[in-house]
């Protein structure tokens, strides 16, 4: 059953308290309760900004490079139906003044016709083309896969015909809580295959890396120069933060959007 917008304002409002709720999920029994309820079954990728990927030599020329954007073109192109939020829940509850509140996530896939019709509208494949092309010119960075958080608060299903494509702000997503909660639900959030970022002896450890720009606080200074922990998820924002072009991401292999499109697709069904 879809949800009445009270009851997302009530989200809204409960929204500053998601730090505290991801401490609970280290609890035992409450932690697997929470997991099986709102993360069973989950996996999101981020994906890196277009614009920080360098041209990897085993990808070819540049006229040849896929870029990481090509995961969210395919699956908006492969879906029946596509739905855009009329707002960012998460910026709209942080009452962001960076980035776009208008620009909520898109949701592909026969799930979205239940969608309570006062939180969004339905939309062509252009329009929700030109919608992510909006999203990644504002500097959001794309979150794809299945997530059964969203079936729940929008009371939608089933959940293997719900994608989720977030347009993700470092200041106000969600996923800031993935630093804070349990192994077993922040594992479900991951990297793109193949994603690697690494600091270069340029860095000056000018310490600009670590303020504001990690969503999972996976940078942090030691000694002469800045570190990346395995936390990291890849979105690229400390490459396009560093002033000194010391940090570097990278593509291990020209088969990441191909191993991307399955692996999501093992999970839901746009179609």
Not at 47 to 66: D, H
């Amino acid at each position: 059953m879809s949800r009445p917008r009270w009851l997302v304002g009530l989200l809204k409002k409960a929204f500053p308290g998601r730090f505290l709720a991801a401490g609970a999920t280290w609890m035992p029994v409450l932690g697997r309760m929470v997991d099986d309820w709102l993360f069973a079954g989950d996996d999101l990728i981020y994906l890196p900004k277009n614009r920080v990927i360098p041209i990897n030599k085993t990808l070819g020329a540049p006229q040849e490079v896929v870029l990481p954007s090509a995961v969210v073109e395919h699956f908006i192109e492969a879906a029946n139906y596509h739905w855009i939020m009329d707002s960012c829940i998460c910026r709209d509850a942080s009452k962001c003044r960076d980035y776009p509140v208008e620009l909520g996530c898109l949701f592909l896939g026969e799930a979205v016709l239940g969608i309570n019709p006062r939180l969004g509208r339905r939309v062509t494949k252009e329009e929700a083309q030109q919608h992510v092309q909006r999203c990644s010119q504002a500097g959001l960075v794309h979150l794809i896969g299945r997530n059964k958080l969203d079936t729940v608060w929008l009371g939608v299903g089933p959940g293997d015909r719900l994608l989720t494509i977030c347009n993700c702000c470092p200041c106000c997503c969600l996923w800031r809580v993935l630093p804070h909660v349990a192994p077993r639900i922040g594992a479900k959030v991951t990297r793109m295959p193949g994603v690697s970022v690494a600091v270069s002896d340029r860095c000056a450890a000018c310490g600009t890396c670590t303020r504001d720009v990690c969503f999972v606080d996976a940078i942090h200074l030691a000694d002469t120069r800045a570190v990346i922990s395995e936390e990291c998820r890849g979105c690229g924002r400390c490459v396009s933060a560093c002033p000194q072009e010391a940090i570097e991401i990278s593509i291990d292999y020209d088969s990441f959007v191909e191993q991307s499109i399955a692996r999501i697709s093992q999970l839901v069904d746009v179609s």
